[in-house]
């Protein structure tokens, strides 16, 4: 164990690859291994020109102190870039499609539509009758929006 820590600033530089590794693979997800990997290898660069003593101790503080540094200057971009954003509308080959209801549909009382085996509910913003021809105009997951032609 004590030739792992002979030479510091290769072990800090080599733990700071694998973490930054590691939040490439997970996609970015967490700031703490972006930070933390930058931290070290900031760190062991300090160590290699000698402004940092190579010094177990000294690498704590270093890589604390920049850590804390770097996470306030990132975490509100980085934050912005994970935030929620407005689901996109479904682009569909059913939007267009016409056929005739099988069941009277209203809005607020949705009907049913099968195709290919899949039962679909039917949602109208104006009252349709079975029977009637109407197109398929939004679609959602299993819901088919439609209008009368």
Do not use: C
Not at 15 to 25: A, S
Not at 55 to 79: E, G, H, N, Q, S
Not at 83 to 111: C, H, M, N, Y
């Amino acid at each position: 164990m004590d030739d792992m820590f002979n030479n510091l600033p290769h072990f800090l530089i080599g733990i700071g690859l694998v973490l930054l590794i590691i939040e490439v693979l997970m996609g970015f997800t967490t700031i703490l291994l972006l930070t933390l990997g930058i931290s070290m290898i900031l760190a062991s660069g300090l160590m290699y020109v000698g402004i940092l003593d190579e010094a177990l101790l000294d690498a704590f503080i270093a890589v604390a102190i920049i850590d804390a540094v770097l996470t306030l200057a990132v975490w509100r971009p980085l934050k912005l870039l994970q935030r929620d954003r407005a689901p996109k509308e479904v682009k569909s080959d059913w939007i267009g499609t016409q056929f005739d209801l099988e069941s009277d549909v209203a809005p607020g009382k949705p009907g049913t539509a099968r195709f290919s085996g899949v039962v679909w509910t039917v949602k109208s913003t104006s009252t349709l009758d079975k029977g009637e021809t109407v197109e398929v105009v939004k679609v959602e997951v299993g819901v088919l929006h439609v209008q009368p032609i």
